[in-house]
């Protein structure tokens, strides 16, 4: 009875510490929504939940008649052990704490990191979990965060969209220009400014590469760059503006001397002329 | 179909008005052609449907037509439906001012010498309400004339989104064309400084600001804004002591005195606390 007792008290505490715990997790959640980002809420709950849960732990601890110094000295001795035999582990936990200091992404924005591209929907302890555009879970060891490139596609509130635009050696490039700007001033969720300019680029293999630049909300980025190929094919069709493609021209030898042409009937051979050796 | 409040209501060729409360019976369809904007609502038994077009017109009509309709209109990709509780089937239009601020630039820029001051009158579209019931409740808001985004900011990494606008940036406002769905800023610039100033553009934090509607209007004036009387905001100061970077604004109290007797419309869409307002002065001019 007396040592159901002496455990009952140290249980009783943890159970207590792990309510109380929760309970001030899911309070946070509640209160905090209007003043702090997604971010910030997860990670003060986390603060609030491990700093109560180390303190009643401590307490049951102690009423279970550990010496906490002693358990601190041990816990030392431990830590070295653990140490070395859990390196990765250490690495990635350092490094997550790295990144909270650092902060260069939060949760709910768009990140990319060794080609993946997903919204990072938790920061944890050892890793980082993105739901990629395909919805996929992807899984980031901190420490590779730390070591390799991330980009972060939701920084800043607008993004530049940079299309590529091929038109035929022969087209009017003012003209074509002034249709692709049309575009983009009358579509009203491209900004006006920064001001948006076509660039020319090369003259490429069969085609004169253009480079169209403008603004948008960073929200509306995926949409509106295939909304706009869409509608420069459109405009392009409707005024006449050809975009090529490539063309494969064959010679039989010589430069100059066309290619044989014979056109078969069942008979057998029925004509035959001399044409265009372009195919 | 009734009406209360302003006028009356005939079955066709109706004058829309701003805040004129209109009665539906089920199945019938209230259409309205603002310049661009063609707004159908429809009243059922257990739903309201609004279904928006917009069609490209030159110039703006000055004009609001709204006719009833019995037909049953299709169901477009612009359908919107909202379940209809145990309110009244009454329906109001309220005028709004934008949701951000305007960024507007003169279409030739405007040059004031050292210790010079001037009154422009700027125009900003305005959003369409869509408020049923005798509670008014509100369904949606409709830009009316959508008006294109644009980038406040000293670089493209600090700033703001905010909507862009042209102007003539007339300062008689005996010259001001009347259009029932632009609301009017007297913005008075003071140029303290003893350099010329430049104003390329010009950031009107509009969602600070209230609107207020004429209660006089001449008959001129209301033949040519279609019978609605002007609306107008409270009159923006602009303080530039030595230069566009120290500009300061401040926001006028009620209706300004060109405006005459009006009355309140729209309140602000923001509190002007201090923080938002040195958020925009901060961005004043570009």
Redesign the interface.
């Known amino acids: 009875m007396e040592t159901l007792l002496l455990w009952l008290r140290p249980l009783m505490l943890v159970a207590a510490g792990l309510a109380l715990a929760l309970l001030s997790t899911r309070l946070l959640r509640r209160y905090t929504a209007e003043h702090f980002s997604q971010h910030q809420r997860v990670l003060l709950q986390r603060l609030v939940f491990y700093a109560i849960m180390t303190i009643f732990l401590l307490m049951a601890l102690r009423q279970s008649g550990f010496q906490i110094g002693v358990l601190l000295g041990a816990a030392g001795i431990l830590t070295v052990a653990i140490g070395f035999a859990s390196q990765t582990s250490a690495s990635n936990v350092i490094s997550g704490l790295f990144l909270l200091a650092e902060k260069p992404f939060e949760l709910g924005q768009l990140i990319e990191v060794d080609g993946n591209r997903g919204v990072v929907v938790s920061i944890d302890l050892l890793s980082v979990k993105l739901r990629t555009l395909e919805n996929l879970y992807v899984r980031i060891p901190n420490e590779t965060l730390i070591k390799t490139r991330v980009i972060n596609l939701s920084r800043?509130?607008?993004r530049r969209i940079d299309l590529p635009v091929g038109v035929a050696y022969g087209e009017d490039l003012d003209r074509v220009r002034a249709i692709l700007i049309d575009l983009v001033?009358n579509d009203?969720?491209?900004?006006?400014?920064?001001v948006p300019f076509v660039f020319m680029q090369q003259f490429g293999a069969s085609s004169v590469d253009l480079m169209l630049h403008f603004?948008v909300?960073q929200e509306d980025f995926r949409q509106l760059r295939s909304d706009m190929l869409f509608a420069i094919k459109a405009a392009f069709d409707r005024e006449g503006v050809e975009i090529p493609f490539p063309h494969t021209s064959l010679y039989a030898g010589k430069h100059s001397t066309p290619i044989r042409i014979a056109l078969e009937t069942g008979n057998g051979l029925k004509d035959s002329a001399s044409g265009e050796s372009s195919l | 179909m009734s009406t209360s409040n302003k006028t009356q209501a005939v079955d066709n060729g109706l004058q829309g008005q701003w805040c004129q409360t209109l009665t539906l019976q089920p199945g019938q369809t209230l259409v309205n052609e603002l310049s661009g904007l063609h707004l159908s609502v429809t009243l059922l038994d257990h739903e309201w449907q609004l279904r928006t077009e917009r069609v490209d017109r030159d110039v703006e009509d000055s004009h609001w037509h709204q006719r009833i309709s019995h037909e049953t209109l299709p169901d477009d990709s612009s359908l919107q439906r909202f379940i209809r509780s145990r309110e009244a089937p009454r329906l109001t239009f309220r005028p709004a001012l934008a949701d951000r601020s305007m960024v507007i630039r003169p279409y030739n820029t405007l040059q004031m010498g050292p210790d010079a001051s001037c009154t422009i009158y700027l125009s900003t579209v305005l959003w369409l309400q869509v408020l049923v019931g005798d509670a008014q409740r509100l369904l949606t808001e409709i830009p009316i004339m959508p008006p294109s985004s644009t980038w406040m900011g000293p670089n493209t990494m600090e700033g703001e989104i905010c909507y862009a606008g042209k102007t003539y940036a007339r300062m008689l406002r005996e010259s001001l064309p009347m259009r029932p769905w632009r609301a009017i800023t007297p913005v008075h610039i003071r140029n303290r400084g003893q350099e010329p100033l430049a104003m390329e553009r010009l950031s009107l934090p509009v969602p600070l600001l209230p609107l207020y509607q004429q209660k006089q209007v001449t008959p001129g004036e209301a033949e040519a804004a279609g019978g609605n009387p002007w609306l107008w905001t409270p009159e923006v100061t602009v303080t530039c002591e030595k230069s566009l970077a120290t500009a300061s604004l401040a926001l006028g109290q009620g209706a300004p005195v060109e405006a005459g007797p009006c009355t309140l419309v729209a309140g602000a869409r923001e509190n002007a606390g201090k923080g938002t307002l040195v958020r925009h002065i901060d961005r004043l001019f570009g």
């Open positions: 800043f509130p607008i001033n009203s969720r491209c900004m006006e400014e920064p603004w909300r």
